[in-house]
């Protein structure tokens, strides 16, 4: 059956109304042969994501309407590939059936915000052509380990493999600057330990909600932050304003490079630079 998220707006409801219409939820659906599975609260931005199984998004809004005529703002239907690797596999839900925030305080709900970033590997068609299919391969394989084991230390989630870069999602803001970081001095490493086979890595990244004005999940968030990826010079570490913002007393250095205007975008987008190269990032 296929999944879908919807948006709802808080507005006056509060978030024990919300966990009363959840219940209300499950009560009704089997009537629209739906399946209400989970949901994200943000307070601070007064907004619920819920993640439902329905034989269509009409059947969904219909049991929310004779459940507690809390009608969905938007609902779009997403890949449970794509869900699990945004927002994590084996979620862990309260009683009410909202989603917890994976390592926060007990029954700290997770406000469904998620830092997505891109890796990309500079000329790399270039260097298929000068060093040959099997020496580019190798490259390749040292950037997906180099990156996989960050992920791995630092909270992040694979999301895809894009051919010469990889797509991941943290759950922490600064747990993806230092992974970021990580990649950046790892490859610096192993950059002065071959020189011969020089391997240089852009990154982008940009934080987001699940369902904003795209039909897709983390549409405009995954859009940002490739671009921004695109826009980085070679081992340029360059991330959104919200980002920067988020990261706010975290130990970082941020370089601000202004507006920058990127494709697809109609107007221009403020973006940082990490400072990675010095040793004494901070680890908090």
């Keep these: 059956m296929p999944l879908y998220m919807d948006i709802h ?21 089997e009537k629209y042969g739906v399946n209400y599975l989970k949901y994200w609260v943000n307070e601070k931005c007064g907004k619920v994501f819920c993640l439902v199984e329905a034989p269509n998004a009409e059947a969904a809004n219909s049991c929310h309407r004779e459940a507690h005529g809390l009608l969905a703002r938007k609902i779009i239907e997403v890949q449970p590939e794509l869900a699990d690797g945004f927002l994590g596999r084996n979620i862990e839900t309260n009683a009410a059936g909202a989603v917890l925030l ?16 891109f890796t990309d590997i500079v000329d ?21 380990t180099i ?5 791995s230390a630092l909270g992040g989630r694979e999301v895809k493999h894009t051919g010469d ?9 600064a747990g993806a600057i230092r992974c970021a970081i990580q990649i950046q001095r790892e490859l610096a490493r192993h950059e002065k330990a071959n020189p011969e086979r020089l391997l240089k890595v852009r990154v982008g990244a940009a934080a987001g909600e699940p369902v ?48 920058v205007a ?18 004494a990032i901070a680890a908090g």
């Design 165 to 173: 870069g990889i797509m991941a999602s943290f759950v922490s803001a």
């Design 9 to 29: 707006e808080l507005g006056a409801v509060s978030v024990e109304d919300v966990a009363k219409a959840h219940v209300a939820d499950l009560e009704a659906q």
């Design 147 to 151: 990156v996989r084991d960050a992920l």
């Design 102 to 117: 994976p390592g926060g305080a007990p029954d700290e709900r997770d406000p469904g915000i998620r830092t997505v970033f």
């Design 212 to 259: 904003e004005q795209d039909n897709d999940l983390f549409g405009s968030t995954v859009h940002l932050a490739a671009r921004l990826c695109s826009h980085a010079s070679p081992e340029q570490i360059l991330v959104s304003n919200a980002i920067a913002e988020l990261c706010l007393g975290k130990g970082f250095a941020f370089q601000d490079v202004g507006e």
């Design 124 to 144: 790399s068609t270039t260097l298929t052509q000068s060093l040959g299919d099997e020496a580019a391969l190798a490259l390749l394989g040292v950037h997906d």
């Design 262 to 279: 990127l494709k697809g975008f109609d107007q221009p987008v403020r973006a940082h630079a990490v400072a990675w190269a010095d040793k």
